[in-house]
């Protein structure tokens, strides 16, 4: 037919354009996807950060809490230690450590020598010298003085000399004694501090004339 024929050759006759595709939407939807993932990532990498610090800081807090836990029970043992099981010189100014099995000489100015033991360990200190850090007005000022403090330092029972390490030694038959010396002045007092130093040398020279009982 004619008309048929018409339409036909009108549709060769023109060209039929088809939409070009945009280019630069496709790269601009592959870099939000790229920015994506870098902040998913960030964002994990984050997370895994923060929860590292946290627990080390739950860790810090753990050890602060044992030690603080520990310390809180060597003052209880050297308070429970204090009042039931202080220990003065004999009559002949010997102080006999019985439960390790030694015994130190005494001068006069450590002849009220007091201690207490702690597994192998014994802690000293005097009551003069927590008397002279003690005031009526404060009922807990001798407790960097008194015997929990180890203001004179403290005298430890070990099998042999390499068991007792860098400390000053003394050795005994059977065992070696290793002391000791305090960390630091045990009050902000002048003549406490020198009371101190006093006896914290008598004791080291009665440390080395320590005897086996």
Do not use: R
């Not at 004619?2 to 549709?11: C, G, R």
């Not at 006759?13 to 601009?28: A, F, M, R």
């Not at 202080?86 to 001068?107: D, I, Q, R």
């Amino acid at each position: 037919m004619p008309e048929d024929k018409e339409l036909k050759d009108a549709m060769h006759s023109e060209h039929i354009h088809l939409p070009k595709k945009d280019k630069s939407k496709t790269v601009w939807i592959v870099i939000s996807i790229i920015l994506l993932l870098a902040l998913i990532g960030l964002g994990v990498y984050g997370y895994m950060q923060m929860t590292k610090l946290n627990q080390s800081l739950k860790d810090k807090d753990a050890t602060i809490a044992e030690l603080q836990n520990n310390k809180k029970k060597l003052e209880d043992t050297a308070a429970a230690a204090a009042t039931a099981a202080v220990k003065a010189a004999t009559s002949t100014n010997y102080l006999e450590v019985t439960e390790l099995g030694y015994k130190l000489p005494l001068t006069d100015d450590i002849k009220d020598l007091q201690y207490f033991v702690n597994g192998t360990t014994t802690f000293f200190s005097t009551k003069a010298l927590q008397s002279s850090a003690w005031t009526p007005a404060q009922s807990d000022a001798a407790k960097y003085c008194s015997l929990g403090s180890m203001p004179l330092g403290t005298v430890s029972k070990f099998n042999t000399a390499a068991d007792a390490g860098p400390t000053q030694q003394k050795a005994l038959s059977g065992f070696v004694l290793g002391y000791a010396p305090p960390q630091s002045s045990c009050s902000t007092n002048q003549a406490t501090i020198d009371l101190q130093n006093k006896q914290k040398a008598s004791l080291l020279k009665a440390f080395n004339n320590a005897e086996k009982i």
